[in-house]
């Protein structure tokens, strides 16, 4: 087992390793004296992993409750915020007991708003069952849920007390949720760590190693900005156009291939523009290509503006992107609507 320990607001593990969810009630019980457990899940994640979880958290003295949502990025909405933090006043959930986001990203940012917001803040253990949110949602805070006006508008920032995160929970995910997941991993070699990318170029991912070394990049700048001010957008690499990419398709292109894309075409400007060199761009192609994501959307450069446009990560009329400067390193860039335009032109 690995534990990265992250030191935000709060200090919390992240623990990491195979068959950790079958231990998940002792390693638990060692931050957090057994109470009432109010899982939260989705139906596949249910019937994979409750069983699992449920055995080993009432061995320990936990007494468990269960909310199950459907699966699907659909769920992250008002109504089943609404019906789970009803669900845990039902319960008689108090301040002494914990949430467990048992699930990916959907079920870790709409329980970790629950309980960020439930009683004014419950304790919450983030239990990571897909890649993606083993390497990126479950760490650093952030929660949220979509409104009818776009993704993630509602949320708030608030750390779990523990992350337990069993690799042989991605045996049963299917091949393109790992791909989805690959995407973010490759982000963080491209941000952070030029050796990263050498591993992963090999193939055959170590699991523990994979997202103990992610999850040591975000822990990093997580303790550095932990609410997104300045270094934190760094982890929006490929984003920008990821984002415009992902609404132009209607939301049929996965995040992770959007963000593959988005990091290609980052890449090309940037290559074209002299501000990295073309090795960037074919390392960013061939990655994306060994883990099964797309190098390129049919989208026009005024469609994906315009929807650009309408991103979240405006402000005063600039636009802060994040572009590669050499392997394993990005910085920020703040431009202008026209130079942004200009730049982003030159990928596509
Ligand atoms: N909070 C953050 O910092 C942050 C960061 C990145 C993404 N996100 C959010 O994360 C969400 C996406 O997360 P995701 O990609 O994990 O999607 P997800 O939670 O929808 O999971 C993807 C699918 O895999 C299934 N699944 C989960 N674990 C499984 C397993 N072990 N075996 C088989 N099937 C399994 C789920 O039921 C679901 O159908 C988005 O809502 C995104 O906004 C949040």
Not at 7 to 35: D, Q
Not at 99 to 116: K, M, N, P, R, T
Not at 276 to 293: A, D, H, Q
Request: charged share 20%; hydrophobic share 45%; with cysteine.
């Amino acid at each position: 087992m690995t534990t990265v320990t992250v030191e935000a607001s709060k200090k919390y593990n992240v623990l990491i390793g195979a068959g950790l969810l079958e231990k998940a009630g002792e390693l638990a019980a060692k931050v957090i004296t057994p109470c009432t457990a109010a899982v939260v899940t989705d139906d596949t994640v249910d019937a994979l992993y409750f069983e699992t979880l449920r055995k080993s958290l009432e061995k320990t003295g936990y007494t468990v409750v269960k909310f199950t949502i459907p699966h699907g990025e659909m769920s992250k909405n008002t109504e089943n915020y609404v019906a789970i933090l009803n669900f845990l006043a039902e319960s008689h959930l108090t301040r002494s007991d914990v949430i467990f986001a048992l699930g990916g990203g959907v079920v870790g940012d709409l329980a970790g708003f629950a309980s960020a917001s439930f009683l004014r803040g419950v304790r919450l253990v983030q239990i990571p069952t897909t890649l993606l949110s083993a390497v990126d949602s479950s760490v650093g805070g952030k929660t949220a849920i979509n409104l009818d006006s776009g993704k993630n508008l509602a949320g708030a920032f608030y750390q779990p007390d523990l992350v337990v995160c069993d690799t042989n929970c991605l045996e049963t995910l299917p091949k393109e949720q790992i791909s989805n997941g690959m995407a973010e991993v490759i982000k963080y070699g491209f941000i952070r760590d030029g050796e990263f990318l050498d591993i992963l170029q090999q193939g055959s991912p170590d699991w523990e190693n994979v997202i103990a070394r992610c999850v040591s990049i975000k822990r990093d700048i997580v303790n550095a900005d932990e609410f997104d001010t300045g270094e934190r957008q760094l982890l929006n690499f490929g984003h920008t156009l990821a984002h415009a990419v992902e609404k132009c398709s209607n939301y049929e292109i996965y995040h992770g291939a959007a963000v593959a894309v988005g990091m290609v075409m980052i890449s090309r400007a940037c290559a074209k523009k002299g501000i990295c060199g073309e090795e960037i761009l074919n390392r960013v192609i061939e990655l994306n290509k060994l883990y099964g994501l797309p190098a390129a959307a049919e989208f026009t450069a005024e469609e994906l503006f315009n929807a650009v446009l309408s991103d979240k990560k405006r402000s005063g009329g600039k636009i802060n992107l994040v572009v590669p400067e050499k392997m394993g390193k990005c910085v920020l860039m703040s431009l202008d609507m026209a130079s942004a335009k200009e730049l982003l032109a030159l990928g596509v």
